[in-house]
């Protein structure tokens, strides 16, 4: 059985202060592995999605990496707009979407 | 409009009634699907739907039914829910299974 298990649970950082949100997975036959940003109230708006280990994706101030075990979520210099859930899933060879539980990101001024 | 859209987009109703969530994508894509989420847990797939047809139930109780008439608009009909049922359902839709776009969801609260 997929499973994807996000770290950490919550994540308070100060505008500017970098960091990384964690996903670590285990699938079988990984076809894609996907970044999401959840708003309160609101579905979940794709960010990124990911194929292979060592590939990299940005957007703004976020990057993803990924590799054979794990993603990271790299936040650059966050603004308080960045505040939000960000939610990880991936597919594999069952071609079903298996989500974490989210870390969720605030950013203070 | 644009992207997927869901309504209602609140929802009260007791463990007797019957209601239906409606979800409308403008996407043009192939499949359609039913989300759960609650909080503290992932989201949780209910149902999937390739080319109108049903490919996937997973494990859902029969208060739930879903309905897919076409390509673009999928139903959830409601009855003799459950309180543990409220949450906030979520439509999504993707072409041939790739990134799925998800709607603003509907939070469904069962007195």
Not at chain 1, 19 to 29: E, P, W
Not at chain 2, 81 to 105: K, V
Request: net charge neutral; proline share 5%.
């Amino acid at each position: 059985e997929d499973q994807v298990t996000q770290s950490p649970e919550a994540l308070r950082l100060q505008e500017g202060e970098s960091s990384s949100l964690n996903c670590s997975y285990t699938v079988s036959g990984l076809r894609g592995l996907f970044w999401y940003r959840q708003d309160p109230g609101k579905g979940p708006e794709f960010l990124f999605t990911l194929y292979s280990a060592g590939e990299e994706k940005e957007k703004e101030r976020l990057k993803a990496t990924l590799t054979k075990k794990e993603s990271f979520l790299h936040i650059t210099a966050p603004k308080p707009e960045d505040s939000a859930t960000y939610l990880c899933a991936v597919t594999g060879t069952a071609s079903k979407l298996t989500f974490g539980t989210g870390t969720r990101l605030q950013v203070t001024l | 409009e644009t992207g997927v859209t869901q309504t209602p987009r609140h929802l009260v109703m007791g463990m007797t009634n019957k209601k239906s969530l409606k979800c409308e994508q403008h996407l043009g894509h192939n499949a359609m699907y039913w989300y759960k989420q609650s909080a503290k847990k992932p989201l949780e797939l209910m149902f999937v739907y390739n080319f109108k047809e049903q490919t996937e139930n997973n494990s859902v109780p029969s208060r739930f039914s879903p309905e897919c008439p076409n390509s673009s608009h999928l139903f959830l009909h409601l009855h003799t829910l459950q309180p543990e049922d409220s949450a906030l359902y979520l439509c999504a839709s993707s072409f041939e299974g790739d990134r799925q776009f998800f709607g603003p969801g509907t939070r469904l609260t069962v007195l």
